[in-house]
């Protein structure tokens, strides 16, 4: 049993025995099972977890133009998420904040995916 902290919170959590315990260190990054919360394998230093849930492997190569219809939402979905990663510096010239996000909604089918893609293409 190890004490393993998560956002200033400690909790006890079962070491599977094929866990090397040399290589658990107080700033080790580790892998919890998802249901039984066990160590299951400690990471190497260079994984930063909150890093690589974020990479994408690859750019999507879905462009608005590739979406048809939805000329106002794409509009809106340009102008809330688009322009503040692309141009922040406008936001700072006028003293505005700018949009936190966007939340899309609706059946499957609408576009909702092809419209998040469309705005990865554009701006990685």
Known sequence: ISDVSTSGSNYYVRILSTIDREL???SSSVA???????LVDVLPPEADSSISMLRADEKPDVKYADIGGLDIQKQEI????ELPLTHFELYKQIGIDPPRGVLMYGPPGCGKTMLAK???????
């Open 24 to 26: 658990l260190k107080p």
């Open 118 to 124: 469309a705005v990865a293409h554009h701006t990685t």
């Open 32 to 38: 919890l099972h998802k249901h039984s919360n066990a």
């Open 78 to 81: 340009r102008e809330a998420v």
